[in-house]
């Protein structure tokens, strides 16, 4: 962790703060692949992030810290479809990996993954969600000119494909030959502009709308890995706090059914038919992959996870509502 200091006088070497400059830096939690700070300026308080080599997870995983660069270009990218949906980029100091954005305060603006886990479920704002994803990859689908500026297979191959789906083919050999070629179809899509991490914990619930933080593992191929992704939380948080489970399939069933009518590129059922395999298999890597799901602790919770996701991801699901409905059967019988 870099200290207060040596983020203050980056900023300063870069031109970002006066060199006579005494701000208030504030470390903030969560950050699991960059360091995170809030920064407080005459003009008001601002955001600091900037990118780690090695991400902190039990296992060895490290990733190159030009994802930064990245994630600057998708929120630019982003926010001219989705506007106040994406913060604002303020200042990017490229030479040092960190940039400086919009902060929200948390009293206004709290993180989705909290306020799930408290049972406050929100199916509209699940909608929301929904949209705000259908919207990105509508306005960037097809594009060669925004294709060209995310040519970042190798970096989502690093911080998603790989620790994820592959590392799952590797605990679960008798899984491979459904787990490699999805990771290798993935791999080769160029469809859209994707998030790559679009988690409860990375959205925050605002009195607006949502907002989309944390794109690190921006990249230009398939947008049903954002759908995907955002689903299997949803279905994990059922097993985290049982009591909310069908608050949680609400609000699952909401973004499917907010994200689908916005999808325009391509046929809504074939985007769907790609995302229910992969959330599948996303499922799987919560609890086998290189970065499990802190709250899914306990062994039972870790073998349900695992002896659910395995059958959906050897027998194959057809579409999301099809795996939501084996994952609802499974609940019950729990």
Same mark, same amino acid.
């Given at each position: 962790?870099?200290?207060?200091?040596?983020?203050?006088?980056?900023?300063?070497?870069?031109?970002?703060?006066?060199?006579?400059?005494?701000?208030?830096?504030?470390?903030? =939690?969560? +950050?699991?692949?960059?360091?995170v700070?809030?920064?407080d300026t005459?003009?008001?308080?601002?955001?600091?992030?900037?990118?780690?080599?090695?991400?902190?997870?039990?296992?060895?995983?490290r990733?190159?810290?030009?994802?930064?660069?990245?994630?600057?270009?998708? $929120?630019? =990218?982003?926010?001219?479809?989705?506007?106040?949906?994406?913060?604002?980029?303020?200042?990017?100091?490229?030479?040092?990996?960190?940039?400086?954005?919009?902060?929200?305060?948390?009293?206004?603006?709290?993180?989705?993954?909290?306020?799930? #886990?408290?049972?406050?479920?929100?199916?509209?704002?699940?909608?929301?969600?929904?949209?705000?994803?259908?919207?990105?990859?509508?306005?960037?689908?097809?594009?060669?000119?925004?294709?060209?500026?995310?040519?970042?297979?190798?970096?989502?191959?690093?911080?998603?494909?790989?620790?994820?789906?592959?590392?799952?083919?590797?605990?679960?050999?008798?899984?491979?030959?459904?787990?490699?070629?999805?990771?290798?179809?993935?791999?080769?899509?160029?469809?859209?502009?994707v998030?790559?991490?679009?988690s409860?914990?990375?959205?925050?619930?605002?009195?607006? +709308?949502?907002?989309?933080?944390?794109?690190?593992?921006?990249?230009?191929?398939?947008?049903?890995?954002?759908?995907?992704?955002?689903?299997?939380?949803? $279905?994990?948080?059922?097993?985290?706090?049982?009591?909310?489970?069908?608050?949680?399939?609400?609000?699952?069933?909401?973004?499917?059914?907010?994200?689908?009518?916005?999808?325009?590129?391509?046929?809504? #059922?074939?985007?769907?038919?790609?995302?229910?395999?992969?959330?599948?298999?996303?499922?799987?890597?919560?609890?086998?992959g290189?970065?499990?799901?802190?709250?899914?602790? =306990?062994?039972e919770?870790?073998?349900?996870?695992?002896?659910?996701?395995?059958?959906?991801?050897?027998?194959? =699901?057809?579409?999301?509502?099809?795996?939501?409905?084996?994952?609802?059967?499974?609940?019950?019988?729990?």
């Amino acid at each position: 962790m870099p200290s207060e200091t040596e983020i203050v006088e980056a900023l300063k070497a870069a031109g970002y703060l006066a060199p006579d400059a005494r701000p208030r830096l504030e470390c903030l =939690t969560g +950050g699991v692949s960059s360091d995170v700070f809030r920064l407080d300026t005459p003009a008001g308080p601002v955001c600091v992030k900037r990118a780690l080599a090695r991400l902190r997870v039990a296992a060895d995983w490290r990733a190159p810290v030009i994802r930064s660069q990245y994630e600057v270009e998708w $929120l630019r =990218t982003a926010r001219r479809f989705a506007g106040a949906a994406v913060p604002e980029i303020l200042f990017e100091d490229r030479s040092r990996n960190l940039f400086v954005m919009s902060f929200y305060d948390p009293q206004t603006h709290p993180v989705w993954k909290p306020e799930l #886990a408290a049972g406050r479920v929100d199916a509209g704002f699940a909608g929301q969600v929904g949209r705000m994803l259908a919207t990105i990859h509508a306005g960037t689908a097809g594009s060669p000119e925004i294709a060209a500026r995310f040519e970042t297979t190798a970096l989502f191959e690093d911080l998603r494909l790989a620790p994820f789906l592959r590392r799952c083919a590797e605990v679960h050999p008798a899984l491979a030959h459904r787990l490699i070629p999805l990771a290798d179809r993935t791999a080769a899509a160029r469809i859209a502009l994707v998030h790559g991490d679009v988690s409860p914990k990375n959205i925050l619930h605002g009195p607006d +709308g949502p907002v989309l933080l944390d794109a690190e593992c921006a990249w230009y191929g398939d947008p049903a890995f954002d759908l995907a992704f955002c689903s299997a939380h949803l $279905l994990l948080k059922c097993v985290w706090k049982p009591d909310h489970a069908s608050a949680y399939l609400d609000a699952f069933y909401a973004l499917q059914r907010a994200y689908l009518p916005g999808v325009a590129w391509e046929s809504p #059922a074939d985007l769907d038919s790609r995302a229910a395999p992969l959330a599948a298999a996303i499922l799987l890597a919560r609890v086998d992959g290189k970065s499990p799901a802190d709250y899914v602790r =306990t062994p039972e919770d870790k073998g349900f996870v695992r002896d659910v996701a395995k059958r959906l991801v050897a027998e194959g =699901t057809p579409a999301m509502a099809a795996l939501a409905a084996v994952w609802k059967e499974a609940l019950g019988t729990r």
